[in-house]
């Protein structure tokens, strides 16, 4: 019986405290990365709010009285006490990346689900090989594409113009959406695309009816993070737009001036900025979830 005690107690207290120091251990690198991640989001939000005393003061300055002039200046065009104006439209800059990243997701959204469908679940001829070449644009630079892109912009009329950043947008936008959404057609059974066409269904049907309902999860997640990623984009707003197609991404930076640096006024437009993906990553997180975690398992 004393055998038996020290057997079933013996173990168990060891496992337990392995896995408590595990546990432990876990929990410190989540907070601590949760500390790196959330950082800089919080010095910026407090850079936003600070006079400009207050952002270049040395050592920095915790506990401040706050101010929502560099918002005012951002937002209204309003002129500080001290002079100071924003520089950029940022309203106007801001309507320009709603065009663009919408018209660029609803594009590539079509185009790559479509293409999704076809190499997941219909006999395309040498279909990894059309899958590495839409992933092929993830490998090479931006800047790779930006020269030839430019003159024949220019030569076409869509330099400088919504259209044309929405077209370039694809190349980041539709290997995302080809890559995520393959896998999440191929998680659908083939013998429910096998019974509709045995019932007379045709492609489209099958793809409305059956292929898009039950990927909606993985729909709205691809959806989401290919608007972060045409939002945030700088570098063909930068080469191929101007004053009139200037995305809110792009605008924040032009605070650097050759003069001075407005850090309030640009901290106010990054957190602008931001704002939008926030929200929809609020409003579709269980989408967001489901979606990136439906993939991963395979029966």
Known sequence: MAVAVATDVSRPVGSRGYAQAKSAVMHVLIAAY???TIFPFAWIVGMSLKQPADVVADPPTILFTPTLENYQAVLLGARSARGEQARTDIPRAFRNSVIIAVGSVAVAMLVGNLGAFALAKL????????????????????????????????????????????????????PLIVWTMRSYYEGVPHELFESAWIDGADIWQTIRNIALPLAAPGIAATAILSFIACWNN???????????????????????????????????AAVVTIVPELILAVLVMGYIVRGLTYGAVKE
């Open 234 to 268: 700088l570098t063909f707003p930068l080469l191929l737009g101007a004053r009139e197609t200037q995305t809110a991404t792009l605008a924040t930076i032009t605070f650097i001036g050759y003069e001075q640096v407005l850090w309030g006024q640009m901290a106010a």
């Open 123 to 174: 006999k395309v001829p040498a279909r990894e090989w059309i899958a590495f070449f839409f992933l092929s644009f993830r490998f090479a630079p931006a800047l790779a594409f930006i020269i030839p892109t430019f003159v024949v912009f220019r030569t076409v009329g869509l330099y400088n113009t919504h259209l044309g950043l929405i077209i370039m947008n694809q190349l980041i936008a539709i």
């Open 34 to 36: 949760f500390v790196v």
